[in-house]
C-alpha cells in the first residue's frame, strides 16, 4: 500500500461538480493499493498516518500528530482519496504501467478499511468516490507532503 500524505489548510473533493469530502484542516491522503495488500498494510498504515508527527508544536518543531490534535480540541481531519495511479511503474517507456495495482473490488475493500481504521482512531475521516473522476482542491500547508509505503 501507498499513500501521499500531505499537511493541509483545507481539502475538498467533488465528483461531477458535487462535493462529497470536504476538511478544514489535517491531511489530505491519496492512497494507492497493491495486488499483494492486504488488511493489515491497511491497518499499518491507519495507524502510521494518524499518529505521523508533521504538525507543529507550540516551539514551531514537527512535533505534533493529527491524534494529538484531535485530542487537544482542535480540528484534525483526514481527506482519503483513492488513487491507483500510485502503483505506475515508469521505468520502462513513457506510458505507466499499472501491473501491481490490486484489482478494484480489493482496492475498496481495503480503502474502506483504511477509513474505518482512521475512524476507529477517533478521527474524522472524509472521502472521494471510488473509482471516479474526481477533482481534488487544497492548501498544503507548509508545504509538507510524505510518501509512504507499507511495509508488505
Not at 521505468?91 to 504501467?97: A, I, M, S
Not at 475512524?119 to 474526481?134: D, N
Request: proline share 3%; with cysteine.
Amino acid at each position: 500500500m501507498k499513500a501521499v500524505v500531505q499537511r493541509v489548510k483545507n481539502a475538498e473533493v467533488s465528483v461531477e461538480e458535487k462535493v462529497t469530502g470536504r476538511i478544514n484542516s489535517g491531511l489530505l491522503v491519496y492512497i494507492g493499493v497493491a495486488q499483494n495488500d492486504i488488511e493489515k498494510d491497511a491497518e499499518w498504515m491507519a495507524e502510521k498516518i494518524a499518529n505521523l508527527r508533521i504538525f507543529s508544536d507550540s516551539q514551531g518543531k514537527m512535533n505534533l500528530s493529527l491524534l494529538d490534535l484531535h485530542t487537544q480540541g482542535k480540528e484534525a481531519a483526514v481527506l482519503a482519496i483513492s488513487q491507483f495511479t500510485l502503483l505506475g511503474e515508469c521505468v520502462k517507456g513513457r506510458r505507466p504501467f499499472f501491473g501491481d495495482a490490486a484489482e478494484p473490488e480489493k482496492a475498496d475493500k481495503l480503502y474502506q478499511h483504511f477509513m474505518n481504521k482512521i475512524r476507529e482512531q477517533g478521527l474524522p475521516c472524509e472521502a472521494g468516490i471510488f473509482q471516479a473522476h474526481m477533482d481534488v482542491s487544497y492548501t498544503n500547508n507548509g508545504p509538507v507532503t510524505i510518501l509512504l509505503d507499507s511495509p508488505n
